[in-house]
């Protein structure tokens, strides 16, 4: 198989990357820091610390010139960064070398390829916000659909109480809105510019440093942390953290929708399925496995981009090498999470009767929180449950209903007690007010 499956033809369908992918390549990555290099010359121009005409032809050619990536990869290997490589070959492709020679000016290769990223960044973000509002909607119309539709809630894997299948799906999409909430603060603390020079001082920037950087953030439409950030590396840590928690909203989603759907509980079905090259009769859950997988692949990238963070002195190679090699990595990983998150919200449907089935089985066990707190109206409440207890292990060990023997041994018992539509305590609420929250995305 290839390296990575995000770049496999055979597994492109299973964990595609949609326009993400396209971000993360090396000629989105080249021209991103020559729109940065074209800003920071018309910026310098305006100021007039570069000649304007200069800076002119330097950010039309930005605009123009193609360089091949493949053609940077001998400097790039000396080097051990794309820039020097890039300049070079960027003045030479100008042809004007009374023009050229001010581009890159005062600027060091960490400026650039830093504000690159965070332009790369800032699309991948764009589009996993569009990704997460489908989702959302879908969810929530999902959840209004089945807001009162009974069935077990499972805790350690074992019948629990009842809740319904409307508030599970709340339970699924309403940290993808939190998220979704939480994107302007992420932007506005994260999508830096960086602009700092040679060691972080800006030394060779001139006296308007300030300026300049808040003139190239404003031109970039990105924000100006106005200091250095080239050690400081919180701004990926921070949309690194972000993802995290999408991640982890969407593998709890995918693992409990495999459980869900499998042969023995059969309570929800996940649309189409994949097929088992010697077992006709297989329904694998392809998209939700793909789709944990995936989450559980970030976990361990996300650990080492925090090693990434640890810098030595004022820049440090080897975490800045291994930044490079994790960022995309979750980006295109989350990208393609989404895309089974999308398919599984618009095609996955419940199964009431399988539901209603599970709810009756287990000896009616699901309604014994509901049966100790009626006890507890006629007797005080560690006696109820103890009361409760007992019948429980009777029922499992005469592999009696619940309902029989605690009727038997308590005639005035309403009715309700065992009634599991009655059991869901603010489970229909729930699921509404998720609903309402995604309508309105």
């Known amino acids: 198989m290839a390296a990575s499956v995000f770049d496999s033809p055979l597994y492109s369908q299973l964990f595609p990357t949609g326009e993400v992918g396209r971000l993360f390549s090396d000629g989105a990555a080249v021209r991103a820091m020559l729109l940065v290099e074209g800003a920071l010359a018309k910026v310098q121009g305006g100021l007039g610390v570069i000649p304007e005409i200069s800076s002119a032809a330097i950010h039309r050619a930005s605009l123009e010139v193609q360089i091949d990536p493949g053609a940077l990869a001998e400097a790039t290997g000396q080097n051990g960064v794309s820039v020097p490589g890039l300049v070079t070959a960027f003045r030479a492709e100008m042809k004007a070398p009374e023009h050229a020679q001010y581009a890159h000016w005062g600027a060091t290769s960490q400026d650039i390829i830093d504000t690159g990223l965070m332009l790369r960044l800032r699309q991948a973000l764009a589009l996993a916000e569009a990704d997460l509002i489908m989702v959302a909607k879908a969810l929530g119309t999902s959840a209004k659909?089945?807001?009162?539709?009974?069935?077990?809630?499972?805790?350690?894997?074992?019948?629990?109480?009842?809740?319904?299948?409307g508030a599970v799906l709340a339970q699924f999409g309403a940290p993808l809105i939190d998220a979704l909430d939480a994107?302007?603060?992420?932007?506005?603390?994260?999508?830096?510019?960086?602009?700092?020079?040679?060691?972080?001082?800006?030394?060779?920037?001139?006296?308007?440093?300030?300026?300049?950087?808040?003139?190239?953030?404003?031109?970039?439409?990105?924000?100006?942390?106005?200091?250095?950030?080239?050690?400081?590396?919180?701004?990926?840590?921070?949309?690194?953290?972000?993802?995290?928690?999408?991640?982890?909203?969407?593998?709890?989603?995918?693992?409990?929708?495999?459980?869900?759907?499998?042969?023995?509980?059969?309570?929800?079905?996940?649309?189409?399925?994949?097929?088992?090259?010697?077992?006709?009769?297989?329904?694998?859950?392809?998209?939700?496995?793909?789709?944990?997988?995936?989450?559980?692949?970030?976990?361990?990238?996300?650990?080492?981009?925090?090693?990434?963070?640890?810098?030595?002195?004022?820049?440090?190679?080897?975490?800045?090498?291994?930044?490079?090699?994790?960022?995309?990595?979750?980006?295109?990983?989350?990208?393609?999470?989404?895309?089974?998150?999308?398919?599984?919200?618009?095609?996955?449907?419940?199964?009431?009767?399988?539901?209603?089935?599970?709810?009756?089985?287990?000896?009616?066990?699901?309604?014994?929180?509901?049966?100790?707190?009626?006890?507890?109206k006629t007797m005080p409440r560690p006696e109820a449950q103890k009361a409760v207890k007992a019948l429980c292990h009777e029922a499992l060990a005469k592999r009696a209903p619940l309902e029989g023997l605690a009727r038997a041994a308590y005639p005035d018992l309403p009715p309700e007690v065992f009634d599991p539509a009655t059991g869901i305590g603010e489970a229909e609420a729930q699921a509404h007010a998720f609903a309402t929250r995604a309508r309105v995305l």
């Open 183 to 376: 994107l302007e603060r992420l932007r506005a603390a994260s999508l830096w510019v960086s602009l700092s020079g040679a060691a972080g001082t800006g030394s060779a920037l001139g006296p308007q440093i300030a300026e300049t950087r808040k003139g190239l953030a404003e031109a970039l439409g990105l924000a100006d942390p106005a200091r250095s950030w080239h050690t400081d590396r919180g701004p990926i840590l921070r949309i690194a953290d972000w993802q995290g928690q999408v991640m982890a909203a969407l593998g709890h989603m995918a693992q409990t929708l495999i459980a869900l759907s499998s042969s023995d509980v059969g309570e929800v079905a996940l649309g189409p399925a994949g097929a088992s090259s010697t077992m006709p009769q297989k329904q694998n859950p392809v998209g939700a496995s793909a789709m944990l997988a995936l989450s559980q692949q970030f976990s361990g990238l996300r650990a080492s981009l925090q090693t990434a963070a640890h810098h030595t002195h004022q820049r440090d190679g080897a975490a800045w090498f291994t930044e490079w090699m994790v960022v995309p990595q979750l980006c295109l990983g989350l990208s393609a999470a989404l895309h089974h998150a999308k398919a599984l919200a618009e095609h996955m449907t419940p199964h009431p009767v399988q539901m209603d089935a599970a709810l009756a089985a287990g000896l009616g066990l699901v309604n014994a929180e509901a049966l100790s707190f009626a006890l507890s």
């Open 145 to 165: 659909d089945h807001a009162g539709l009974a069935m077990p809630a499972r805790t350690y894997a074992q019948h629990a109480t009842p809740t319904t299948w």
